[in-house]
């Protein structure tokens, strides 16, 4: 699977949009993109994967460049209940999710 | 519909004691999964199952064993704790089919001392 980059931390004010990016400079032409989150310490939760188009959920809305080597994840107004760890991982269409390599992720606080 | 389900949420152990963790999962999963995280730091996989009878490592196994002897549960044992192994710890589930989710159990947070 290819490495994954993010910022360490990010802060958004509610009702803005928050917009987390992730760096996957290495990935082929066969690995999705995954975001999962991680509220205050609970299990991971699953938000959207992509592999190559735009894709959008009742939650949030990923957006993958065109060369693939970067994506943004987009809550589009966020709330307080936001506010957790978001990690983005690359697993390639041939495999399953039953080894998920999670980095450290962007710390995303929402801010009143 | 439960999903995943960890037992015990909490557990404190003495140094060299064993026990096991449980996971079930009521979705007909393939696919199941043990991670364990570490203050500040990302999920680490344990080991993994990708059927019933089917294990394998990953990449922080040492001082655990699994077994799957049916599809919807995966339990992990601790066969000998060491304050090392003070952490919290995710069971997770999903289908064999590509691009789907993995479900995660709410965790069981350890402590040996």
């Known amino acids: 699977d290819a490495k994954t980059t993010q910022p360490t931390s990010m802060d958004c004010a509610e009702g803005r949009a928050a917009n987390l990016p992730c760096n996957h400079s290495t990935i082929s032409g066969n690995e999705y993109v995954y975001w999962y989150r991680q509220i205050h310490s609970q299990g991971p939760q699953y938000i959207i994967h992509?592999?190559?188009n735009n894709e959008t959920n009742e939650m949030a809305s990923l957006i993958i460049t065109e060369d693939r080597k970067s994506s943004t994840l987009i809550l589009p107004h966020a709330t307080l209940r936001d506010t957790a760890v978001y990690y983005c991982?690359?697993?390639?269409?041939?495999?399953?999710?039953?080894?998920?390599?999670f980095g450290t992720g962007t710390r995303l606080t929402i801010i009143p | 519909n439960a999903g995943v389900t960890q037992t015990p949420k909490f557990q404190v152990l003495k140094t060299g004691q064993s026990m096991t963790l449980q996971c079930a999962q009521d979705?007909?999963?393939?696919?199941m999964s043990w991670y364990r995280q570490d203050p500040g730091m990302g999920l680490r996989l344990i080991h993994y199952?990708?059927?019933?009878?089917?294990?394998d490592q990953g990449e922080v196994p040492n001082g655990y064993n699994v077994s799957r002897s049916t599809t919807e549960d995966f339990p992990l044992r601790l066969l000998s704790a060491a304050p090392s192994q003070t952490s919290v710890y995710f069971c997770?589930?999903?289908?064999?089919?590509?691009?789907?989710?993995?479900?995660f159990g709410q965790g069981t947070r350890l402590t040996v001392v």
């Open positions: 991982i690359v697993r390639a269409t041939n495999f399953g999710n039953e080894k998920l390599t």
């Open positions: 997770a589930s999903s289908y064999s089919r590509v691009g789907t989710e993995a479900f």
């Open positions: 979705m007909n999963h393939e696919y």
């Open positions: 199952s990708v059927g019933a009878g089917i294990t």
């Open positions: 992509g592999l190559k």
